[in-house]
């Protein structure tokens, strides 16, 4: 058995794993798009250079899919195009999701062309399979000399995600003909953890991650593997504190935020928050009362529905809240932009008013999507704030805001947006707690809570200093385990 990564080593973006189980059977875990600039690839500019499934998928007897991120499962409609027919494997809640991702992705990055997205999405539909969690599927391999078997497990970092379990009794592993000596021969079982993504305890809407009974390889994120994330109170009162200070000179607040997943935790905490003011006295004459929360993404409110429809894997306190008779997604000032006109529309209006708004749009790390007409619209006025509140690659547009924004006395710098050079007068804000993923904290945990843990970890999906760091608690941890980084 080995592994052989096909992204998300240089970076957090471009998921693909590939366990070799023997020389016939392969499995993939993940096939997600690079964003920003990390594919490492001479010529990172060529978008179809970056796309192009580059290793052969003839081995390839099935896909897995940890959960519905694009860099995740991006570069899915290349795989078809390369012929693979294999079975796509993911949760029912991610295998929901997965067609709505994949079109959207098609339609923003390929081809506007509908019968192509049709034949596309009609693929995927034939050859998905949605499993549940904690049940074992079994796989079908080529030969019976090795089998294995898969089992999903809650992730919580965003609706449908799950870390996966693989069960490998491997062909090398069992004992020959020829070889008498029984003792000789290695456990013929081995378990391989796929951490996909991991969710942050105390997140909101989804339940943390419970670690898995045993992993004897364990490859995992390390996205925030040399960080620990502000507590969940903090970062409410932070959003609550830095929207309430950014609509005093009227500006606009702009939300970058993928729509699946950070959209609905967004959302979620704004109900929380006026909910919370509504009790208060003086709440008719707050802002909140009126405050205009627009999220601007037709997809983004399709996944706020899927997180409805799928209520029953949320946490306890959002099962309650919604017992109580709250809505947690949705609220009077909540509106939701679908066409493009009305986007276009918007932005001109808010540009005209002069009022404080709330806008939550795609893409998180501002590489795409309806955010851009946004940032070029507000970014050079300096009654805008732009919140972050997630993690932002090397390379992505948000990464450079950050970087350039204002900061105490220092005017803030330029970005390029479309080729248009675009001064930075807004204030950036970013709240690191809000992130959907484990902190180093969260990632030792997930280990240390092993009964039979690893003797094999493979650091993946993480920025070089993140991946040392974390390398070097695993070591601590596991002073016999082979630690080492995915190259
Ligand atoms: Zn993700
Ligand atoms: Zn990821």
């Known amino acids: 058995m080995r592994i052989e990564h096909h992204g998300a080593v240089n970076g957090v973006t471009g998921s693909c794993h590939q366990l070799h189980i023997d020389k016939h059977n392969s499995l993939l875990i993940d096939c997600g798009l690079f964003q920003g600039t990390e594919k490492d690839n001479t010529d990172s500019n060529d978008i179809e250079a970056q796309l192009v499934i580059d290793f052969d998928i003839s081995t390839v007897k099935a896909l897995i899919v940890t959960h519905c991120h694009i860099d995740h499962v991006g570069r899915i409609p290349y795989l078809l195009a390369a012929g693979f027919k294999g079975p796509i494997y993911a949760t029912t809640a991610t295998a929901a999701l997965l067609p709505l991702v994949i079109e959207d992705a098609l339609k ?124 969940r109170k903090d970062r409410t009162k932070c959003l609550q504190n830095i929207i309430e200070k950014a609509v005093q000179d009227n500006g606009v607040v702009l939300i970058p935020a993928f729509s699946i997943g950070r959209t609905q935790e967004l959302l979620y905490e704004l109900e929380q928050i006026i909910h919370k003011q509504k009790q208060r006295p003086k709440y008719r004459n707050s802002f909140w009362h009126n405050i205009d929360i627009i999220v601007d993404s037709p997809m983004a409110a399709k996944f706020t529905q899927q997180y409805i429809n799928f209520k029953e894997l949320w946490d306890k306190e959002a099962k309650r809240e919604l017992s109580s008779g709250r809505h947690p997604l949705s609220f009077e000032q909540l509106y939701t932009i679908n066409s493009h ?26 590489s795409g999507g309806r955010i851009l007409n946004y940032l070029k619209q507000f970014l050079q006025d300096k009654t805008t704030d732009v919140l972050f509140v997630g993690y932002q690659a090397k390379g992505t547009l948000g990464r450079d805001i950050q970087k350039y924004a204002p900061k105490g006395n220092k005017p803030g710098g330029y970005v390029y947006i479309d080729g248009k050079k675009i001064t930075v007068n807004a204030n950036a804000e970013t709240i690191s707690g809000y992130s959907a993923h484990a902190d180093q904290q969260g990632l030792i945990n997930f280990v240390k809570r092993m009964r039979i843990k690893p003797h094999h970890i493979l650091i993946v999906h993480g920025d070089e200093e993140a991946k040392a760091s974390l390398k070097a608690q695993y070591q601590l941890l596991l002073p016999e385990a082979l630690i080492e980084i995915g190259q």
């Open 108 to 231: 923003v990055g390929v081809t506007r062309n509908k019968s192509i997205i049709r034949a596309c999405i009609k693929l995927l539909k034939n050859q998905l399979v949605p499993l549940d969690y904690k049940k074992w599927q079994r796989l079908d391999l080529l030969n019976n000399h090795s089998s294995a078997k898969i089992k999903f497990q809650m992730a919580g970092h965003i609706l449908g995600s799950a870390y996966v379990e693989i069960d490998l009794t491997l062909a090398s592993a069992l004992p020959s003909a020829l070889d008498k000596d029984e003792n000789k021969a290695k456990p013929a079982k081995h378990r391989v953890v796929f951490s996909g993504d991991l969710g942050a305890p105390y997140a909101p809407l989804l339940p943390a991650p419970k670690s898995p009974y045993r992993a004897d390889t364990l490859i995992i994120e390390s996205t925030y593997g040399d960080k620990n994330h502000q507590n």
């Open 341 to 366: 006109q009305e986007h276009l529309q918007t932005i001109e209006y808010l540009a005209k008013r002069k009022k404080p708004a709330i806008i939550i749009a795609a893409s998180g790390m501002c």
